[in-house]
């Protein structure tokens, strides 16, 4: 189900980043609304069909001929469905361009497809160390994403001022549609990614974080729905410009911005007169005065402390080293010489030496090991995956160890 949530959102996220680039090409032309200009998005929504067809084609072909002749039929396929849907738009000017820019999309999905293909086959060859000169290519019509939706609010803004009320309800209508996928596509990779990398560790079951991080997201999304719903209930009045009339001839009428000298009686002035019926005000007592004071210095010593307190939290963060996946690794210290420091001879053996050596064990582990062994792991299991049980150290260590954790040498 997952799987068929990430493709769904896949699939919409292309259709929508190209369906809406007719529609801004024919506001830049076209001078006024018509009817034509209504309706034109939803024609241009046909474009999911081929984003989904290259899909199933680029995954079921295995050579590049069969692909690029499955490519030409589905060419022919998008031409027939553009005919399909244009109606009344076929005795339009535009149609001829809508059938031109139509075909082109398609040509650069099909290409698109065929890229991301090439690049799996490198990503393939860079694992095996045949390819070093690879690095991974990102495709903007694969993965969902946010700053997608600036892309979306510019040319709504563009739409204002193109006079375009078409383009603006087709430019608010993607991002309706897009926020919430994302969201959703946004939250399977991440949690999947989080099950991932606590595999061992995390001892929740998949479907009660599946369960709860759903809910949470569903909670959010109604927020975010009431929130916007002000926005779609003034659809109708938006104030529209057009730039292009910017250029036209402006004649400004000067007579009505120069101000008139008629002097208006304002009265008396109302403070004076509030004073002389009630006298000057008495000052505010010295304690209220003392007491407000120590509430300002409260409030500035505790917004202070907790800015010291983020400075600090900020340059502890910065010290510590992350990897490629985000765990924290502790400082590694030379391999012999942190595994000497816990060797230690065996005639001072005592129950505090033997707790100690038993800590510091743990404490070598930690280093070597970003994950938490497991309870059925043995000594030589752990410091193997740890990297140290095959140095000499290493070996004079486990001896320690089982010494101190069983009492007597091990053969």
Same mark, same amino acid.
């Given at each position: ?7 769904? #959102?896949?699939?919409?996220? #292309? ?11 024919? #506001?830049?032309? /076209? ?8 309706? *034109? ?35 022919? /396929?998008? =031409?027939?469905?553009?005919?399909? $849907? ?5 005795? +339009? ?8 820019? *139509? ?38 019509? %694969?993965?969902?994403?946010?700053? #997608?939706?600036?892309? =979306? ?19 608010? =209508? ?6 919430? $996928? ?12 989080? *099950?991932?990398?606590?595999? &061992? ?6 479907? %009660? ?11 959010? !999304? ?16 938006? +104030? ?23 002097? @208006? ?8 007169? !509030?004073? /002389?019926?009630?006298? $000057? ?11 407000? +004071? ?24 910065? %010290? ?9 690794? @502790? ?21 505090? @030496? ?7 064990? &743990?404490?070598?582990?930690? &280093? ?20 140290? /049980? ?7 260590? +486990?001896?320690?160890? @089982? ?9």
């Amino acid at each position: 189900m997952r799987k068929i949530i990430k493709q769904s #959102a896949q699939w919409l996220h #292309a259709s929508l980043m190209i369906a809406i680039i007719i529609p801004l090409l024919y #506001a830049l032309c /076209a001078t006024k609304p018509d009817t034509i200009g209504q309706t *034109l998005y939803i024609k241009c929504l046909v474009i999911i069909f081929p984003v989904i067809m290259t899909d199933f084609i680029i995954s079921r072909c295995k050579g590049l001929l069969s692909y690029l002749i499955l490519s030409v039929f589905l060419l022919l /396929a998008t =031409f027939v469905s553009g005919l399909a $849907v244009a109606g009344p738009l076929r005795h +339009h000017f535009l149609f001829p361009g809508y059938m031109a820019l *139509l075909l082109c999309e398609t040509v650069f999905i099909i290409c698109n497809r065929l890229a991301e293909r090439i690049s799996k086959a490198r990503a393939a060859a860079a694992a095996k160390g045949e390819d070093p000169s690879w690095r991974p290519a990102h495709s903007i019509l %694969r993965e969902p994403s946010f700053p #997608a939706l600036i892309y =979306f609010l510019a040319v709504y803004i563009l739409a204002l001022n193109l006079a375009n009320p078409a383009l603006c309800n087709a430019a608010l =209508f993607s991002v309706v549609i897009y926020t919430p $996928v994302t969201f959703l596509y946004r939250y399977i990779c991440e949690t999947e990614k989080y *099950l991932s990398l606590n595999k &061992r560790t995390c001892s929740l079951p998949s479907k %009660r974080i599946y369960g709860i991080g759903s809910g949470m997201l569903a909670a959010f !999304l109604l927020m975010l729905m009431l929130i916007s719903l002000p926005a779609l209930f003034t659809v109708s009045n938006r +104030h529209y410009h057009d730039i292009r009339d910017w250029t036209a001839d402006i004649t400004i009428d000067y007579t009505d911005l120069i101000p008139e000298n008629n002097q @208006e009686d304002i009265g008396t002035d109302p403070m004076a007169a !509030l004073i /002389a019926q009630y006298g $000057v005000p008495k000052p505010a007592p010295k304690w209220m005065t003392v007491l407000f +004071h120590m509430v300002e210095t409260a409030i500035f010593l505790f917004l202070a402390a907790m800015l010291l307190k983020i400075i600090r939290s900020a340059f502890q963060d910065f %010290r510590k080293i992350g990897d490629d996946n985000g765990d924290i690794v @502790e400082q590694l210290e030379d391999t012999a010489e942190a595994i000497s420091k816990v060797i230690i001879p065996s005639n001072r053996r005592n129950p505090s @030496e033997q707790e100690r050596i038993r800590k510091e064990y &743990r404490k070598i582990i930690r &280093r070597h090991r970003k994950d938490i062994p497991a309870a059925y792991e043995s000594p030589i299991e752990i410091e193997t995956i740890a990297g140290i /049980a095959h140095s000499e150290d290493g070996k004079k260590l +486990h001896k320690q160890y @089982e010494s101190a954790r069983y009492g007597q040498k091990s053969g």
